[in-house]
């Protein structure tokens, strides 16, 4: 039981993660998921120092809201500083992250988390924090209820706003001219990749929360040309990681988040392969066709 | 009576403390075929980008049909430089030319379908129907810009901006665009175009706006399209223009494309 409750939870964490960044890879925003999911970390240590308790929706919010800060950090060192964008990112993360350690480390007794759990998660502990009734009955882990909640909300984002989502990627001053604001959409997706690193970080941790933000949606990317099928694929590759991952852990009596990010690896070099493959084919006809368009 | 199209009065941009456009002031009527003509970095795509609200001005402003951007957005589109997007997203040409039917109002809601109609037209259009469900990457170059166009077309629009239609399409697309500028045209659209060959201003266009940095000129073609204003705007480029020529005429330059004439 133990085994599905951890499958579930890390597939759970796959689709929220790769869902969003599909946007993100195609976005060109990679790093900035990577910035997020450090950056949330004080605000993750704060909520906890306030509100003594993990799984409150003020904490989740509170937390969310630094991952949003750090954007407007990066957005404004890059526009205002005029310092280089991977260089703004560079300074805004790091620093947001680094605080986080010393107040965990300053406060390590009045708040129970410690460094390598913050680091790296601790998905097999995810079983053992379950949610129970007042009338004794237990609903399963807690963890899955909170990324359940948060990947209805994902669906739904992405469900209504696909299409302010695909313009705003693709062409976003053509957006622009439309009328449609560009700033909403993009601290929009923002804020909703913060509220899923925030969810996901219990489990997988700040640093494996990029591997599933990325690499997911740039496996779907090489193996399709059409955005609906590209988020389905991500959350495929998302799903078929956890459940690989979970294997190469008790194979090798591993770190479970760990050995789910080097599954979703695994499955990334499968989908390069076939990509090279696929593209070796198609080299052929498509050489032959350009002297007909380009006269 | 004609009103004017676009009106721009005293357009100031800069980028880093340098103006990219300086006090730039004209009026275009309604229903011509507008060329804005200029050396490279002469804030060609700046005009149109600050006519469109996507540049913060300095100073100066535009209006479109006598009012601001936000009260005609509907009547107005904007075709981009193509190589402004990244053509390996994934999606297919029918998804691009949609978005043409997006708005502040329905960007929650599913498309009609009355937009996926307008859709189909506008692929006719431009002689792209065929190729609706093709991925964008495999397209050339010419039918990238094509697919822009339907896009563009899809909105319905009376005033369209476009930033160099022309540029690096094959002559099939050059002239499948140019028939289709000048169908818009006699359905009374107005029609302004960035455009880099000056071969075939005369050709093609009724109006032209002569500009580097500053505005040089702007009026009906055979007034304004002459030997001195040309000079005004690209200087001593012509010359070095004008020597290409002779090099390429001499067979001395391994040219494919038209040869360079002014």
Same mark, same amino acid.
């Given at each position: 039981?133990?085994?599905?409750?951890?499958?579930?939870? /890390?597939? %759970?964490?796959?689709?929220?993660? /790769?869902?969003?960044?599909?946007?993100?890879?195609?976005?060109?925003?990679?790093?900035?998921?990577?910035?997020?999911?450090?950056?949330?970390? =004080?605000?993750?240590?704060?909520?906890?120092?306030?509100?003594?308790?993990? @799984?409150?929706?003020?904490?989740?919010?509170?937390?969310?809201? #630094?991952?949003?800060?750090?954007?407007?950090?990066?957005?404004?060192?890059?526009?205002?500083?005029?310092?280089?964008? @991977?260089?703004?990112?560079?300074?805004?993360?790091?620093?947001?992250?680094?605080? /986080?350690?010393?107040?965990?480390?300053?406060?390590?007794?009045?708040?129970?988390?410690?460094? @390598?759990?913050?680091?790296?998660?601790?998905?097999?502990?995810? =079983?053992?924090?379950?949610?129970? *009734?007042?009338?004794?009955?237990? *609903?399963?882990?807690?963890? #899955?209820?909170?990324?359940?909640?948060?990947?209805?909300?994902? *669906?739904?984002?992405?469900?209504?706003?696909?299409?302010?989502?695909? %313009?705003?990627?693709?062409?976003?001053?053509?957006?622009?001219?439309?009328?449609?604001?560009?700033?909403?959409?993009?601290?929009?997706?923002?804020?909703? #990749?913060?509220?899923?690193?925030?969810?996901?970080?219990?489990?997988?941790?700040?640093? %494996?929360?990029?591997?599933?933000?990325?690499?997911?949606?740039?496996?779907?990317?090489?193996?399709?040309?059409?955005?609906?099928?590209? *988020?389905?694929?991500?959350?495929?590759?998302?799903?078929?990681?956890?459940?690989?991952?979970? /294997?190469?852990?008790?194979?090798?009596?591993?770190?479970?988040?760990?050995?789910?990010?080097?599954?979703?690896?695994?499955?990334?070099?499968?989908?390069?392969?076939?990509?090279?493959?696929?593209?070796?084919?198609?080299?052929?006809?498509?050489?032959?066709?350009?002297?007909?368009?380009?006269? | 009576?004609?009103?004017?199209?676009?009106?721009?009065?005293? !357009?100031?941009?800069?980028?880093?403390?340098?103006?990219?456009?300086?006090?730039?002031?004209?009026?275009?009527? &309604?229903?011509?075929?507008?060329?804005?003509?200029?050396?490279?970095?002469?804030?060609?795509?700046?005009?149109?980008?600050?006519?469109?609200?996507?540049?913060?001005?300095?100073?100066?402003? +535009?209006?479109?049909?006598?009012?601001?951007?936000?009260?005609?957005?509907?009547?107005?589109?904007?075709?981009?430089?193509?190589?402004?997007?990244?053509?390996?997203?994934?999606?297919?040409?029918? $998804?691009?030319?949609?978005?043409?039917?997006?708005?502040?109002?329905? !960007?929650?809601?599913?498309?009609?379908?009355? $937009?996926?109609?307008?859709?189909?037209?506008?692929?006719?259009?431009?002689?792209?129907?065929?190729?609706?469900?093709?991925?964008?990457?495999?397209?050339?170059?010419?039918?990238?810009?094509?697919?822009?166009?339907?896009?563009?077309?899809?909105?319905?629009?009376?005033?369209?901006?476009?930033?160099?239609?022309?540029?690096?399409?094959? +002559?099939?697309? &050059?002239?499948?665009?140019?028939?289709?500028?000048?169908?818009?045209?006699?359905?009374?659209?107005?029609? !302004?175009?960035?455009?880099?060959?000056?071969?075939?201003?005369?050709?093609?266009? $009724?109006?032209?706006? !002569?500009?580097?940095?500053?505005?040089?000129?702007?009026?009906?073609?055979?007034?304004?399209?002459?030997?001195?204003?040309?000079?005004?705007?690209?200087?001593?480029?012509?010359?070095?223009?004008?020597?290409?020529?002779?090099?390429?005429?001499?067979?001395?330059?391994?040219?494919?494309?038209?040869?360079?004439?002014?």
């Amino acid at each position: 039981m133990d085994a599905i409750w951890i499958i579930l939870t /890390g597939t %759970l964490v796959a689709l929220c993660c /790769g869902l969003l960044g599909s946007f993100l890879v195609l976005r060109q925003m990679a790093m900035v998921g990577d910035a997020i999911s450090h950056a949330v970390l =004080p605000g993750i240590v704060i909520a906890f120092l306030l509100a003594e308790s993990r @799984d409150s929706l003020p904490m989740l919010i509170g937390a969310a809201a #630094v991952g949003v800060l750090v954007t407007v950090l990066i957005e404004w060192l890059h526009r205002v500083g005029r310092m280089q964008a @991977d260089a703004s990112i560079g300074i805004s993360y790091t620093t947001l992250f680094a605080i /986080g350690i010393i107040l965990i480390s300053y406060f390590t007794r009045q708040v129970d988390l410690d460094q @390598d759990c913050v680091l790296y998660g601790e998905i097999a502990y995810v =079983p053992l924090d379950t949610w129970i *009734l007042s009338n004794g009955t237990s *609903l399963g882990p807690r963890a #899955v209820w909170i990324l359940g909640g948060a990947l209805l909300l994902i *669906l739904t984002f992405i469900g209504m706003g696909y299409k302010g989502l695909q %313009l705003t990627t693709f062409d976003a001053s053509y957006a622009a001219t439309l009328g449609i604001s560009t700033v909403f959409w993009h601290y929009a997706l923002m804020s909703t #990749v913060s509220l899923a690193t925030v969810v996901s970080f219990e489990s997988v941790g700040a640093i %494996l929360v990029v591997a599933f933000l990325i690499v997911p949606p740039a496996t779907a990317y090489l193996l399709t040309d059409r955005l609906p099928v590209m *988020l389905g694929l991500s959350a495929l590759f998302g799903f078929l990681s956890a459940v690989l991952g979970y /294997g190469l852990a008790v194979a090798t009596n591993g770190s479970v988040a760990g050995a789910m990010a080097v599954a979703a690896g695994f499955w990334f070099i499968l989908a390069l392969g076939i990509h090279f493959i696929k593209k070796r084919l198609h080299a052929f006809p498509a050489r032959r066709k350009l002297p007909e368009s380009y006269i | 009576m004609p009103t004017s199209a676009i009106e721009v009065h005293n !357009l100031t941009v800069s980028y880093n403390q340098r103006p990219v456009l300086w006090d730039v002031d004209f009026t275009l009527p &309604e229903g011509k075929l507008i060329a804005i003509v200029g050396p490279n970095g002469s804030g060609k795509t700046t005009l149109l980008k600050s006519i469109m609200g996507l540049v913060p001005l300095s100073g100066g402003f +535009a209006r479109l049909f006598d009012q601001p951007l936000a009260d005609v957005r509907s009547q107005v589109s904007y075709v981009p430089q193509r190589e402004s997007v990244d053509w390996d997203f994934p999606a297919r040409v029918k $998804d691009v030319v949609l978005m043409g039917r997006y708005r502040p109002q329905n !960007l929650l809601r599913r498309l009609t379908r009355l $937009d996926r109609e307008v859709a189909d037209w506008a692929l006719e259009q431009v002689r792209m129907k065929e190729f609706a469900q093709r991925q964008i990457s495999q397209l050339s170059g010419g039918q990238q810009q094509r697919v822009f166009i339907a896009r563009s077309l899809a909105q319905q629009a009376n005033l369209y901006l476009m930033d160099e239609p022309f540029a690096g399409v094959d +002559a099939a697309s &050059e002239k499948a665009i140019l028939e289709l500028l000048l169908q818009l045209k006699d359905r009374g659209k107005t029609l !302004l175009i960035v455009h880099h060959d000056l071969n075939t201003v005369r050709q093609y266009f $009724d109006w032209v706006v !002569l500009m580097n940095t500053r505005l040089v000129a702007a009026g009906p073609v055979e007034e304004v399209f002459t030997e001195a204003n040309l000079q005004a705007a690209y200087g001593g480029q012509l010359t070095v223009l004008a020597q290409v020529a002779d090099r390429v005429q001499e067979g001395g330059f391994p040219v494919r494309k038209k040869e360079v004439k002014i």
